[in-house]
């Protein structure tokens, strides 16, 4: 059973900036997937980013050039600087994990993640 937990979720005024950790265990696969994910309130969970083992990574047009996804394989955890926030950036954000030898965001679905974090809320007031 992968457990990954997130945290660094908090409330920051618009143009703030916020770190998200995720805490998983190590991957054996020669290739895994990550990625991060948000739901609003009324709407349903997209992707805002993945990386691969291989450290490539790619992002939802949303946030392109204000997030950014990195992992640190020695301590196991996945990370999301969010930068330049905004109102509607407001959301419960999961990580998630599985081995996919298809890495890439607009390919993929939550579907395709078979392991999830329980969330961490990230609210931005104007």
């Known amino acids: 059973q992968v457990q990954l937990v997130e945290s660094g979720g908090g409330s920051v005024q618009v143009g703030g900036s916020l770190r998200l950790s995720c805490a998983g265990p190590?991957?054996?696969?020669?290739?895994?997937?990550l990625g991060w994910f948000r739901q609003a309130p009324g709407k349903e969970r997209e992707g805002i980013a993945t990386?691969?083992?291989?450290?490539?990574?790619s992002y939802a047009d949303s946030v392109k050039g204000r997030f950014t996804i990195s992992q640190d394989n020695a301590k196991n955890t996945l990370y999301l600087e969010m930068n330049s926030l905004k109102p509607e950036d407001t959301a419960m954000y999961y990580c998630?994990?599985?081995?996919?030898?298809?890495?890439?965001?607009?390919?993929?679905?939550?579907?395709?993640?078979?392991?999830w974090g329980q969330g961490t809320q990230v609210t931005v007031s104007s």
């Open positions: 190590k991957f054996i696969d020669s290739s895994y997937c």
């Open positions: 998630a994990a599985d081995s996919t030898p298809v890495c890439i965001l607009s390919a993929l679905r939550p579907s395709d993640f078979g392991y």
């Open positions: 990386i691969d083992s291989d450290n490539w990574a």
